[in-house]
């Protein structure tokens, strides 16, 4: 089992840069996957980002070129670092973990970008 944490969301100007952080309870190594999803008021969860336990990455189209996730196991810690922000990037981001056959997911944290 492990528990996540969200930090880093917040209000931001079009254009503007975030960075968000996602904490593990446990061994980052233990992992097989991490990532990020999202969901926009009156709309489904959508796939943001995901980073395997050996570095590999998938995005979505639609922040490709702006967003980059990454992985620091040492500090069993995800980041995703977001730039030129636009307001359809506004939802809640929520961290997402899958060890084996089971997923965890964190809290969530609000990014707004205003326009």
């Known amino acids: 089992q492990v528990q996540l944490v969200e930090s880093g969301g917040g209000l931001v100007q079009a254009g503007g840069s975030l960075r968000l952080s996602c904490a593990a309870s446990?061994?980052?190594?233990?992992?097989?996957?991490m990532g990020w999803y999202r969901q926009a008021p009156g709309k489904q969860r959508e796939l943001v980002a995901i980073?395997?336990?050996?570095?590999?990455?998938t995005y979505a189209d639609s922040v490709k070129g702006r967003f980059t996730i990454a992985r620091d196991n040492a500090k069993n810690t995800m980041y995703l670092q977001m730039t030129s922000l636009k307001p359809e990037d506004t939802a809640v981001y929520y961290c997402?973990?899958?060890?084996?056959?089971?997923?965890?997911w964190g809290q969530g944290t609000q990014v707004t970008v205003s326009s």
């Open positions: 997402y973990a899958a060890i084996t056959s089971r997923t965890y």
């Open positions: 446990r061994s980052a190594f233990s992992i097989n996957v």
């Open positions: 980073i395997t336990n050996n570095g590999a990455t």
